[in-house]
């Protein structure tokens, strides 16, 4: 609450009827020469949230940061920052700032200096200056290290100079592109939650740029998962994960188990040999004909305690510490399956036992047919 | 993997290439200091009656003048053109890139022989008189490179999100090169200017001394070791700016990292 107090907003903001969304694309469109980088996209971020763009490399995630920075413009469709519309605006006058991927810290500069660097432009002189810098410093914690120059810090450290560097400046967005790609795995899951913490306490519009499913789902409030320079899903990171609209999203978020059928009534699919498994009905909203259903490994139980079942044969199994991993060859394919291993001595299936399988209804979600599985 | 017997090998041929390039430079150096005229080892005796010659000597005096306008203009002039066209080629995707950046660097590679006749065989043409100026103009040809391909590599090295950085915190493009540009490229700018001018100061006192020739060896050879001087001085300091840029490098190399990481970071 505090923090929030000493963030000021521009009389600018101050002035938007609530609810105005902070960032807002309609219908962009950026082409580099023969290549549709982000296509014909619309989003609308809202005031204070932690939004991440999800996606493999490629998609147009950097394109669409760069478009609301000003690096790029768009080739067609109209970026707004509030109520603003900011086509034509360069980079320097948008109310907007930016971690980058390399973190782009001024290597002449002392961490005070590059910290200051934009409260300087706009003219900020003498103990206010040192007053703001210092306060951000200690926010990211590295008060005490303003006389140092970059390369004299741990990668760790130029992350937080970077983000200090940026929220200085209280813009309305700030934007991340994969900040964390250069850090080693530990480092980066601290930072996950370092980066998240900062954003609850300044309450500043993150816009996070990522390819790794697991941070965004850490950190964000708010996922698009964009594939092909388009938005394939945008939600929070449980709809994403429990119900995932489309294949790709359901792929890229992690394993799902696909069962072709038809559909037979209102929460029932009919397998290809007949049998009838239930889902969820508002999954299935009123669909017919062909559809597949998806299964979460961790959804299915390796006994028949749930309304759906299915027999299987063991095929493979790896044990990953917290949980095992079972490979089940069933009439329909091979299933994944993931036991917690949560007891102590509890013994595990082996390769050639066979297995029945079941899941709740609830835990299903459903998606178009695929092409015949490969 | 190198072996002991290609190291040795190699430290060998590096010692006799250093040998070669610096043995008669040594010799000529020690004879300004030589008593006697004849030129034979060991000298005879030291003095530095040959320096204090050349001093007086009023056709040296004019020369070393000459040098120093020439070298100091065509500095100048190759700093203001190379910086200019590193930027350009550095900055603009443009046809004919790739032929502007071969045609700069050719000068070098041309005997500075070929580049001087045909350079007066165009001012002939021009019917422009052959002056200080036209020297200039044939010093600037291989001073541009010299700067030119200084800036270059120093713009290659320092990374490009450095300007965009710059700018997305509220800098324009005046401001971003005051604060950006200029710090990480004054160096760069120095080192370049230095080298040109040693270029340029060495190539007129060698010429008129090598050409005109009715100057008593000794006193060629106490202006051949002032101005082995005034080139290794600034070479060596170019050297030293041009090596102090271990910030941008390892700039490169964490953006580099960053990229492999994220490459191959994906499960
Ligand atoms: N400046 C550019 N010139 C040409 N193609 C580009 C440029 N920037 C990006 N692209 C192309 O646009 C597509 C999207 O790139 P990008 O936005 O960087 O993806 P992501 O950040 O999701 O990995 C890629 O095919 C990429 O090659
Ligand atoms: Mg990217």
């Not at chain 1, 998962?225 to 388009?230: A, D, I, S």
């Not at chain 1, 102590?344 to 015949?372: C, N, Q, R």
């Not at chain 2, 001093?55 to 003048?65: K, L």
């Amino acid at each position: 609450m505090a923090v929030e107090e000493r963030i000021e907003q521009s009389p600018e903001r101050a002035a938007e009827p609530s609810g105005t969304p902070d960032v807002r694309l309609e219908r962009v469109t950026k082409r580099f020469d023969d290549v549709v980088a982000v296509d014909d996209l619309s989003l609308e971020i809202e005031r204070g949230s932690f939004f991440a763009l999800l996606g493999p490399s490629g998609c147009g995630k950097t394109t669409t940061l760069r478009m609301i920075g000003g690096f790029e413009e768009p080739s067609a469709g109209v970026i707004y920052l509030g109520d603003h519309e900011v086509s034509g605006t360069p980079p320097y006058k948008r109310d907007v700032n930016t971690v980058f991927q390399s973190y782009a810290l001024f290597p002449h500069l002392s961490i005070f200096e590059n910290v200051a660097f934009g409260l300087r432009r706009k003219g900020t002189r003498g103990g206010n200056l040192k007053g703001k810098v210092e306060e951000m410093l200690d926010l990211v914690q590295l008060s005490g290290y303003g006389r140092r120059k970059p390369r004299q810090l741990s990668g760790g450290q130029q992350q937080r100079v970077a983000l200090a560097r940026a929220l200085v400046n209280s813009p309305r967005v700030l934007l991340l592109d994969e900040p964390l790609g250069a850090l080693d795995l530990k480092l980066r899951k601290e930072m996950q939650l370092f980066i998240k913490r900062l954003q609850h306490d300044v309450g500043i519009t993150f816009i996070h740029v990522t390819h790794d499913q697991e941070e965004a789902m850490t950190m964000a409030d708010r996922i698009a998962v964009m594939n092909r320079g388009k938005i394939e899903q945008l939600g929070g990171p449980d709809d994403l994960y429990e119900r995932p609209q489309t294949a790709f999203v359901a792929g890229f978020l992690g394993i799902s188990n696909l069962l072709t059928g038809e559909v037979s009534g209102r929460d029932t699919v009919r397998l290809g040999d007949g049998t009838t498994i239930r889902v969820r009905a508002d999954a299935l909203d009123g669909r017919s004909g062909r559809v597949a259903v998806g299964i979460r490994p961790e959804k299915i139980r390796p006994d028949d305690q749930d309304p759906n079942a299915l027999q299987g044969v063991v095929r493979e199994r790896a044990y990953i510490g917290v949980s095992t991993q079972y490979i089940v060859e069933t009439r329909y394919g091979n299933v994944t399956v993931v036991v917690l291993n949560d007891r102590p001595g509890s013994i595990p299936h082996s390769p050639g036992d066979h297995l029945t399988l079941s899941w709740d209804p609830e835990a299903t979600f459903i998606l178009d047919p695929m092409e015949e599985p490969a | 993997m190198e072996t002991r017997g290609t190291r040795i090998g190699l430290g060998v041929a590096t010692v006799a290439v250093i040998a070669f390039l610096w043995l008669p430079l040594l010799l000529i150096m020690a004879y300004a200091f030589n008593s006697s005229t004849i030129q034979s080892w060991p000298i005879s005796g030291f003095t530095l009656h040959w320096f204090r010659e050349a001093w007086h000597d009023p056709e040296v005096r004019r020369s070393v003048e000459l040098s120093l306008k020439v070298g100091l203009a065509a500095t100048a002039i190759a700093l203001v053109l190379g910086t200019a066209a590193a930027a350009a080629i550095y900055r603009f995707r443009f046809f004919g890139r790739e032929a502007v950046s071969f045609l700069l660097l050719l000068p070098i590679a041309l005997p500075g022989i070929i580049t001087g006749m045909a350079l007066n065989s165009f001012f002939n043409f021009g019917g422009v008189q052959l002056s200080m100026w036209t020297i200039v103009a044939g010093h600037a040809t291989f001073c541009v490179v010299i700067v030119y391909n200084n800036v270059l590599a120093r713009l290659r090295r320092s990374s490009p999100s450095l300007i965009e950085a710059s700018m997305d915190l509220g800098a324009d493009g005046w401001q971003t090169f005051r604060w950006v540009i200029w710090p990480a490229l004054s160096t760069a700018l120095v080192a370049g200017g230095l080298l040109a001018f040693a270029l340029s100061f060495d190539e007129v006192i060698v010429t008129t001394f090598t050409a005109g020739a009715q100057t008593t060896l000794p006193i060629v050879n106490a202006i051949v070791f002032v101005v082995i001087l005034a080139t290794v001085i600034p070479v060596t300091i170019a050297q030293r700016l041009t090596g102090d840029t271990g910030v941008l490098r390892r700039g490169a190399a964490a953006s580099k990292a960053a990229a492999a990481a994220t490459g191959g970071g994906a499960v």
